[in-house]
């Protein structure tokens, strides 16, 4: 599985951003796919993740509430969409692809996706 992450970009404190990640092949739908960040200076953290078939997401505390993960097998894309910004939340947004699940753990994941950048200004 290929994965493309795009929809970063700027924007103000208070604002919204919808992330995509589209994925190559015919098996999106056999995997569970997570959203991770990564400020600078920092680890890599879980945002958010997504059940196979969409019915089942799990959230950091710190994006619960104002995150939304969703997926459209169809069209073989992921997609998180982001309310009410702040300012920590910007970092480079990675998006990954697990067999066995949608955790928190990025050693459970199998595929990444290169990272979007988001920025919200205060």
């Known amino acids: 599985v290929q994965l493309q992450a795009s929809g970063g970009g700027w924007v103000q404190a208070g604002g919204s951003l919808r992330l995509s990640c589209a994925a190559s092949g015919r098996t999106f739908g056999r995997y569970g796919m997570g959203w991770f960040r990564q400020a600078p200076g920092k680890e890599r953290e879980f945002v958010a993740g997504?059940?196979?078939?969409?019915?089942?997401?799990y959230y950091s505390d710190s994006v619960k509430g104002r995150f939304t993960i969703s997926r459209d097998n169809a069209k073989n894309t992921m997609y998180l969409q982001m309310n009410n910004l702040k300012p920590e939340d910007t970092a480079a947004y990675y998006c990954?692809?697990?067999?066995?699940?949608?955790?928190?753990?990025?050693?459970?994941?199998?595929?990444w996706g290169q990272g979007t950048l988001v920025t919200v200004s205060s």
């Open positions: 990954a692809a697990d067999k066995t699940g949608w955790g928190e753990a990025k050693s459970t994941y199998d595929y």
């Open positions: 997504i059940s196979w078939g969409g019915r089942m997401t």
